[in-house]
Every structure is written in C-alpha cells, then in structure tokens.
C-alpha cells in the first residue's frame, strides 16, 4: 500500500469587503427642510443605503420610507416595529408602543432606529464622522449625529443625560437640542439617571432644527413651537468658561464672537457662572452611580470601557449619592434664580476647552465616566452644566478650524422649556458667525 502525503496547506487569502462607494448627492437632500418635497425620490434612499454602508449609522434602516422629513431614533428608545437593542448584542425587546416622547412624529416618517454605545455609556459604536472622518464622532447618540450629517436621516431623537446630544452634534458639525428635564417624559427611553435624563434632537442645520420645532411637536406639548426671530437678545456670555487650558482658537473663536454679537446690536453681559460651571462633572458621578446600580449585574456581558464606567460608579457610596442628589437640588434651584433676576435669555459658553479627539493622532480614553477626584480636570464637558441643572440646552457650529480641520461649536443654555427661544437665538448668532455649514466627504479606508 503506498502512503500519501497531503499537500500543505496554505491561510487562505482575506476576502476583501465590498469598498462603500458614495453616489452623488441628490438635489432634494442638498436643499433645506423647509424647501423639501412632501416626498423624496427613490434616488434619497439609494443614497442612505449607501450613506449608511459608508458611515455605519443605522443598526435598521428603511430606505423605502421617503416622506420629506425622515426620522431616526436611537436605539434605547422604543419605536413599535423596530427592536431596541440598547447597543447590546445580548439585548432586544419588541415594544408594542413607542415612546410619548415621539408622539409628535409620524410613524411613517421614522426610516432607521440609530447606533448607540453600550447602554449609552460606553465608548465603541463603529460610526464615521461624515464630515470630518478623521474626528471621532462621540456618543452616545452617536448614530444620530452621523445619521444626520451623512443625510440618511433629516432629524434624530436621542437621549442626553451628561452630554450625549450634544456630544456628538458637536463633534460632527451639526445641532444638538437637550430638551428641559422632565421624567414624564422618560417613558419608553432607556437612559441611565432619572435625575439627568432628557430626550434631545438633532438637525443639520439650526434653520432645520427650527422648520422642524415649527412643524412638528418635539417637546410633546410643553414648549411653545413658535420659533421668534429678529429679536434683540440679551446674552450672558460666561466669561469664566475660558480658561487657560483651552484650546488658543476655541478662546479667540468665542471672544470675537461675543464682539460680534455687540456690534451687531444685541445686550451682551458679562456673567461668571461660578459653582454652576465648577460642579458640572458632579454629572458624570452621578450618571455613573445610577447607571451601575441600572445596568451592574450585566458587566460580564459589555466591553472593558462600558465595565469600566459602571465601576467607577459602584465606587460611589450611598452617602455620596445623597450628597451628590442634595447639590444638584441646590445648585438647579441657583441656576434659576440667577437667569430669573438677571432676565437673561441665555448663557453662551463654548462647547468645550478641546477640539473634537482626533483618532488618527490622540488614544480614546479608557471609559466615558471621568474618575473623580479633589480637582476636577478642567476638560471636563462643558455641555454636562446643563445636565446638571436640568435645564434646556443648543449646541451649534459657527465655524472651522483650518489647523485642526474640525468644527468649533458654542452653546446656549436658557431658562426651562425656552426650546423655541434657543432656536432662534442660534439662528441669529449663526447668522452673526456667518456659519454655513458642512459638507460630507469621501474618506476611504477608515
């Protein structure tokens, strides 16, 4: 019998993904909400499809739903016919009703359920930044901001309990409501602290943003919908939200803007935030305090940031909880009365003290909770004040940075349910920037 050797065998050779190629963009999704068909082309879902193969936005999208606004959701909140994942592999439930909060919005309008990190409080969600491929994109609303800029969605429900509208709104060159905290309004949305927890939206532009508020209920009935415009407003600007640690080109951005708006006739007022501003990552730990006590008994089951965030707040004492539950009654019952007798409009301060994180150059961090300590790092989220003190909140873009070749966004953060107000007030400071907006790119490879 004569033995046989076998032929060696050789790896097989990768399979090479199919490379996402992006169509022109269709006329009708280049023109703004207000200009829109009542109904798209089958040309605007060809583009989603694609749009979504390229920048990763959607975990279900239905191109085939083509009214003149679409809608996205993210994914922890409950749309009938969609699952909500949670951002878990190991998750899914069917809801048999959508969330109160989307009351405003037609079931036929709603095309895609939308990325969200872990449990809204990890890091990895597998997007790209549409505008800016080099930038991480943020999260937790992550899908929505990207969804929004790469125009497979108009506008996006997301859920914002530190900063996690407007985050990514931000980061992607786009804009990013918080809504007044409510817990009404937190049925049906999946978020991690009751205390901090707001539904928020997302647009393209702040003219989108307004048509939309105009046009549809996006407050469920708690906020007057009429958008004013051409008023002469009066603004706080937070001159101690600049300090030296910020980036050079964030503070001189927002200085000439503050000029900007005095020249062109508005009641500018210097104000300094104080404990409002210093105590805003008392967020972060309670965000994380609750979201372990939520969300802890599946740590074997998430990602190393998503179980590193629930242990910094397992960390966290039941006496710290009440001390921490106690500020925040203090420091929202100040924030009111400061805007009450000071008949300020809004505060301004700048997005942040850094530009959106580069992925290409600088390392993610290990976990979205800060670890706290005696002195909090003055990078700490600007957009978590809001959060804090519940009140509602705008981020918007009003320029770019050539040498970071990123977007550079302000805030405005106003009295409850002043939604309508902070609209138009970005439409004019927009206006005053000369901001025009983004465009998508082709970014192969990342």
Same mark, same amino acid.
């Given at each position: 019998?004569?033995? =046989? ?21 269709? #006329? ?18 060809? %583009? ?49 009703? =959508? ?6 919005? @037609?079931?036929? %309008? ?22 800016? @491929? ?21 506008? #996006? ?43 928020? %939206? ?9 048509? #939309? ?19 002469? +407003? ?112 809004? +505060? ?23 670890? @706290? ?43 409850? +349910?002043?939604? #309508? ?26």
């Amino acid at each position: 019998m004569t033995e =046989t050797t076998a032929p060696p065998r050789t790896a097989e050779p990768p399979v090479p993904l199919p490379a996402a190629q992006l169509p022109d963009l269709p #006329a009708e999704l280049a023109q703004p909400l207000r200009e829109r068909p009542d109904v798209l082309s089958r040309a605007a879902a060809e %583009w989603a499809q694609a749009a979504d193969a390229r920048f990763r936005a959607c975990v279900q999208l239905r191109p085939e739903v083509l009214p003149g606004i679409r809608v996205g959701v993210k994914d922890t909140v409950d749309v009938a016919g969609f699952p909500t994942r949670l951002g878990l592999r190991h998750h899914r439930h069917y809801p048999s009703r =959508t969330a109160p909060a989307l009351a405003g919005i @037609p079931a036929d %309008w709603i095309n895609a359920k939308l990325v969200t990190t872990e449990l809204s409080i990890g890091l990895e969600h597998g997007c790209v930044n549409p505008y800016f @491929p080099h930038l991480d994109p943020g999260g937790s609303s992550t899908g929505c901001a990207v969804a929004v800029a790469a125009n497979i969605c108009d506008l #996006a429900m997301g859920t914002d309990t530190v900063a996690s509208v407007r985050l990514p709104a931000a980061a992607c060159g786009v804009v990013g409501l918080r809504l007044t905290h409510d817990p009404d309004a937190l049925v049906g949305l999946y978020g991690l602290s009751a205390q901090l927890d707001a539904p928020g %939206w997302i647009t393209r532009t702040v003219d989108d943003l307004a048509f #939309a508020w105009e046009r549809l209920d996006l407050a469920g009935g708690r906020s007057t919908r009429s958008v004013p415009v051409d008023e002469r +407003w009066r603004i706080g600007v937070a001159i101690d939200t600049v300090v030296p640690e910020m980036e050079p080109e964030l503070a001189r951005s927002f200085t000439d803007l503050a000029a900007r708006l005095a020249a062109a006739g508005h009641d500018v007022v210097d104000v300094r935030l104080g404990d409002l501003f210093r105590d805003r990552g008392l967020a972060y730990e309670l965000c994380a305090r609750q979201a372990a006590d939520r969300y802890g008994g599946l740590a074997d089951q998430l990602s190393p940031s998503t179980r590193r965030a629930l242990e910094i707040g397992a960390a966290t004492s039941d006496d710290r909880l009440e001390v921490l539950l106690q500020r925040q009654q203090a420091l929202r019952a100040d924030a009111r009365t400061r805007l009450a007798m000071t008949k300020l409009d809004a +505060w301004l301060l700048p997005a942040g003290t850094l530009m959106p994180r580069n992925i290409i150059t600088e390392p993610a961090p290990e976990s979205t909770i800060p670890k @706290p300590t005696l002195s909090p790092s003055p990078h700490v989220n600007y957009a978590a004040m809001a959060a804090l003190l519940g009140l509602p909140a705008i981020t918007f873009p009003v320029g770019y940075s050539a040498e970071h070749d990123a977007p550079i966004s302000v805030q405005l953060v106003g009295p409850d +349910w002043t939604e #309508a107000r902070l609209i138009g007030m970005a439409a004019t400071i927009t206006a005053v920037a000369g901001h025009r907006g983004f465009r998508v790119r082709e970014a192969r490879g990342t």
